[in-house]
């Protein structure tokens, strides 16, 4: 009986560090990117190939998209951006391939028999999402501090604008930052999780009609369907946001700097010093 | 600051990203806020009063997200 937990399980230790299912998929993932990126760095050539243009479709499409929103400093994060989506990608739709999720030892669970898979999709663990977005947050920080300089965003994160509102909207500003590192972990979480717990249902359901077989085998298909659109749409979501974010932590700093000075270009206030990613 | 708010190369795309993430942050912030609130009367055995405190700020910093939000989108 396949079955899912919501705790990633453990496979074995490597002295304190337990390795879990979840590990060794977005381990996979990576190394697939890692193969991928070396075969594709060394095959590539100005006039694509049938298989390069495959690979560079989605590149372009996502560069695209944050040429188009991520202003005039783009470049800095875009492969920021395109390596979180290209990861989480791989990462989603590496759990759709046979054997992920299904082929693993048995297990005793309170007196039945469970499968416990080698191999997990990474993004159904709380722990590899949280720390996608814990990234995501270190750089919209770090680009706001670039941007801005500390005291400017401290200044900006800690001092309201009427100064005597400041003991209260303090704590609502780190509230609402703090729920941008939880929104981001939880919704991809929440959807793949919610995939695997689907397919598993689906999959499980559809094994009594294993005589009826093109019920036995186009329901099963017709989810994989949808969760690669899923997987899409999510790792989409995830890049995207991360990429708004860094986005609105630079452009916080040059509607201040707009506002105080026309310009834009030298705000000579101490509490906002002058733009350090030029 | 023209040049930093569009694309040079086409339309800028919506915002659609941050209408995504807008629902999710609103109930987040309550449960943030709420959940502090509670980890403090625990620990300081003063309950209520940090749970009301922390329902109202986390409330507040979901009114701020969309206040926050919607500044950006018409800025933008």
């Known amino acids: 009986m396949v079955h899912v937990e919501i705790r990633a399980e453990e496979l074995f230790a490597i002295g304190p560090l337990i390795v879990t299912n979840s590990m060794v998929g977005a381990l996979l993932a990576s190394a697939i990117l890692l193969f991928a990126a070396r075969w594709f760095t060394r095959r590539s050539g100005i006039v694509p190939s049938r298989a390069q243009s495959i690979i560079e479709l989605p590149i372009e499409f996502l560069a695209g998209i944050v040429r188009g929103t991520g202003g005039t400093r783009w470049r800095q994060f875009a492969p920021l951006v395109l390596a979180i989506f290209l990861f989480v990608l791989t990462a989603n739709w590496l759990s759709l ?22 191999v997990r999709a990474a993004a159904a663990d709380l722990n590899f999402t949280l ?10 920080v770090a680009f706001g501090l670039r941007a801005n300089g500390l005291r400017g965003y401290l200044k900006e994160l800690l001092v309201a604008e009427p100064a005597y509102m400041t003991p209260l909207l303090t704590p609502i500003h780190l509230i609402s930052e703090l729920s941008r590192v939880i929104s981001l972990s939880m919704r991809l979480f929440g959807n793949v999780f919610a995939g695997e717990v689907l397919l598993a249902t ?9 005589f009826i077989l093109p019920l036995a085998f186009v329901i099963p298909g017709v989810f994989i369907g949808l969760e690669l659109l899923f997987g899409l749409v999510q790792a989409l979501v995830f890049a995207l ?11 916080e700093h040059r509607e201040h700097g707009s506002d105080e000075h026309p ?16 | 600051m023209g040049p930093d708010q569009g694309s040079d190369d086409g339309a800028p795309p919506p915002n659609w990203g941050v209408a995504f993430d807008l629902g999710l942050r609103l109930g987040i912030s309550v449960i943030l806020g709420v959940g502090g609130g509670l980890l403090l009367d625990n620990w300081l055995h003063t309950s209520p009063i940090f749970t009301l405190i922390g329902m109202v700020l986390g409330i507040g910093a979901a009114m701020y997200t969309i206040w926050d939000v919607a500044k950006q989108s018409m800025r933008r």
Do not use: D, N, R
């Open chain 1, 97 to 118: 391939l046979p054997g992920v999720g299904t082929i693993g030892f048995a297990e005793e669970v309170e007196g039945k028999k469970v499968i416990v898979p080698f």
């Open chain 1, 241 to 251: 946001l991360s990429m708004t974010y860094i986005t609105l932590a630079i452009a």
């Open chain 1, 202 to 210: 689906m999959l499980a359901l559809t094994t009594a009609t294993i």
């Open chain 1, 263 to 278: 310009s834009g270009e030298s705000p000579e206030q101490g509490a906002a010093p002058a733009h350090g990613a030029a």
């Open chain 1, 131 to 140: 720390g996608l977005a814990l990234i995501s947050f270190v750089s919209f």
